[in-house]
């Protein structure tokens, strides 16, 4: 998925920021690694990409130590979908070697998701619940166009 596909969806102003997010991250700043995590895996259609998703979410997790409770948010939104992508791509089950990559996908799941839990209950006083109320609902690109649209409103 390219950026400039990605960027067409709030014009300008969203292209704009996913460049300072990319240089944001480049740098180490696991907050903007989430936000792109986030626009991939949440996007719409073509721009729904898993794989740039997991790329941006693992940075997350290098950029940040399980140790410091300033990183536990962020962390624990990285682990959180990292656990569902795999999940998701635990494939199916028709077969033996579909079984094995289900099984695995299962087990890398748990641990993603159990780390986040973890993560949870030792830094943010154990409240998974309303973290989880924390992501968008809906359309990620819906927000990213409402938030392009007040800031034209405001030039």
Same mark, same amino acid.
């Given at each position: 998925?390219?950026?400039?596909?990605?960027?067409?969806?709030?014009?300008?102003?969203?292209?704009?920021?996913?460049?300072?997010?990319?240089?944001?991250?480049?740098?180490?700043?696991?907050? *903007?690694?989430?936000?792109?995590?986030?626009?991939?895996?949440?996007?719409?259609? +073509?721009?729904?990409?898993?794989? +740039?998703?997991?790329?941006?979410?693992?940075?997350?997790?290098?950029?940040?130590?399980?140790?410091?409770?300033?990183?536990?948010?962020?962390?624990?939104?990285?682990?959180?979908?990292?656990?569902?992508?795999?999940?998701?791509?635990?494939?199916?089950?028709?077969? *033996?070697?579909?079984?094995?990559?289900?099984?695995?996908?299962?087990?890398?799941?748990?641990?993603?998701?159990?780390?986040?839990?973890?993560?949870?209950?030792?830094?943010?006083?154990?409240?998974?619940?309303?973290?989880?109320?924390?992501?968008?609902?809906?359309?990620?690109?819906?927000?990213?166009?409402?938030?392009?649209?007040?800031?034209?409103?405001?030039?």
């Amino acid at each position: 998925t390219s950026s400039s596909s990605v960027g067409k969806v709030g014009g300008k102003a969203v292209k704009e920021a996913l460049k300072y997010y990319k240089q944001s991250a480049a740098l180490g700043y696991a907050p *903007a690694s989430s936000l792109l995590g986030d626009l991939y895996f949440y996007g719409k259609d +073509e721009t729904r990409d898993w794989n +740039e998703a997991r790329t941006h979410l693992e940075k997350v997790l290098e950029d940040t130590d399980e140790d410091e409770g300033e990183d536990a948010y962020v962390r624990m939104r990285a682990l959180r979908k990292l656990g569902s992508i795999a999940a998701w791509e635990g494939g199916d089950s028709a077969t *033996a070697t579909a079984t094995a990559t289900a099984t695995t996908a299962t087990s890398g799941a748990r641990d993603y998701l159990t780390e986040a839990l973890a993560t949870c209950r030792t830094h943010l006083g154990g409240n998974f619940a309303f973290l989880l109320s924390h992501d968008p609902p809906g359309d990620f690109y819906s927000h990213l166009e409402a938030e392009a649209k007040i800031a034209d409103d405001h030039e």
